[in-house]
């Protein structure tokens, strides 16, 4: 039987290095090193993030180095007493790729999502991803629909 060997787990408060690494991750598989890394905040910053319980990291790790990772907000519902996760960023450094590691990575963020009383986990994907696209049609339902960005600038 196939041994992973990696290990996946929720970056906490404390966990600024690896999440500046993964910031790193993001930006290299997202070919956007300026947006995660070009202005980085300070580790105050980071420290509040990764203790607010509306915000998710799951990082792989190899031994000591962060492979990959996720970022995903929880978000409580007003219709009824329920949540949402949204999945905002997922990515596996291109080495590490083709080895389960994103699978593993959406696992361990439905483990979470049980335990917030989260009933649904949703991400997008971009049309030409197909790797992402194979991914998501795999773990879930698809739903074709439209995304539209709106500048709060903008109020012409």
Known sequence: M????????????DDIEPM????????KAFDD???YRGNPPDDAYLQ???SDENFIVMAAFEGYEVVGGLAAYVLPKFE???KEIYIY?????ETHRRRGIATALIRALQECALAVGA???YVQAD????PAIALYTKMGTREDVLHFDIDPHDRD
């Open 33 to 35: 090193p300026g947006t």
């Open 119 to 121: 009933y649904v986990i």
């Open 20 to 27: 500046r690494t993964l910031l790193d991750v993001f930006g």
């Open 127 to 130: 049309w030409g991803d197909d």
């Open 89 to 93: 960023d997922l990515a596996v450094a």
């Open 48 to 50: 509040k993030q990764l």
């Open 80 to 82: 009824q007493a329920r």
């Open 2 to 13: 196939f041994q992973p060997t990696f290990s996946i787990r929720a970056l906490a408060s």
